[in-house]
């Protein structure tokens, strides 16, 4: 029996579409200057790597719940640097890394054909990615009123936004709690980027101002790849409603889905430890500045962006004209048509480059 074809049901890898580009860019005599996936640069600080160590000699299977101390380490992080109260221990799990929970999410929770996922309408690709593997059916909608009489099962929310870097104030977040509640509906709430707020303060789906102090029903998915530049660690972890993590506790212990023991130590140390974050926090906001006033200088209007890794910025033309005149430039981004039809004249500029490199190309948008 020949097995079945799951990529058929999958869009193309966008980033497979950008190789002709990706090489103009790397033919510039200045080398290329890649601000198109956020992915961190920067070294992982002392204090992890340390731990990463520590614990490298541990030879038995990692507990797929993770430690006692990583899930006291998470709560007490989330309290003392996001304000979120009254989360208990077991209602958090870790994961390897949030786009693996993101793009298993629906078939853990066991979403089939007759589920409907709800993603934003400029969003991270791996949410509908997530429901299409599990056969679910997929509606991108910022206004829950586009919904109509239709009843999802799963609601994606994003604050701060990939692209964008919107944040959602607390009094909308908690309108779209209150709509799931009255209907059964889970919401998950991609946090990765919620300590990165430059113009705009983002806040979590968990803190008692949107949940009133009661998580049922809402997940918070939390990531150390950028706050702690632990991408290559895969470190991640999700919190929320104590019977919906049990579940996903149940499941992912039949599958194997085990953060190693290492890696699990490294985060204890990570979410322990504010001063490492708040120095990597300060790298991206200075890089942020250098790169927002040369695009504004070269003619771009840098849309949203008031948090995160990213600026959202247009010529007001097609993405894929805009992405070549940088490439020619020797500059790098993402377009916008990636992360949906809304962002066909808008490209996703990342600040995940070194100095060196940002300052180059600051440089080559004022030549």
Known sequence: MRARRVSGRLPVFPWDTLAEVTATARAHPGGIVDLSVGTPVDEVAP?????????????????????????????TALQRRYGITGLAEPAVLPVIGTKELIAWLPTLLGLGSDDLVVVPELAYPTYEVGALLAG???????????????????????????????????????KVVEWARDRGVLVV???CYLGLGWTGQPVSVLHPDVSEGDHTGLLAVHSLSKSSSLAGY??????????????????????????????QA???????????EREQRERYARRREVLLAAFRSAGFTVDHSEAGLYLWATRGEPCRDTLAWLAQRGILVAPGEFYGPRGAHHVRVALTATDERISAAAERLGQ
């Open 266 to 276: 490294a985060m204890v140390a990570a979410l322990d430890d504010d001063e490492h």
């Open 189 to 191: 709430s991609d946090e």
């Open 136 to 174: 679910a059916q997929v509606l991108a909608a910022d206004s829950l009123t586009q919904l109509g009489p239709q009843s999802p099962t799963v609601v994606f929310i994003n604050s701060p936004s990939n692209p964008t870097g919107r944040v959602l104030g607390a009094d909308h977040l908690r």
């Open 234 to 263: 895969r470190a991640g972890f999700v919190a929320g409603d104590a019977e919906v993590v049990a579940e996903l506790l149940a499941v992912r212990k039949h599958a194997g889905m085990m953060v190693p023991t290492p890696v």
């Open 47 to 75: 204090v992890i790597r340390a731990a990463l160590a520590a614990a490298s000699g541990a030879p038995g299977y990692p507990t797929t719940a993770g430690t006692a101390a990583l899930r006291a380490a998470a709560v």
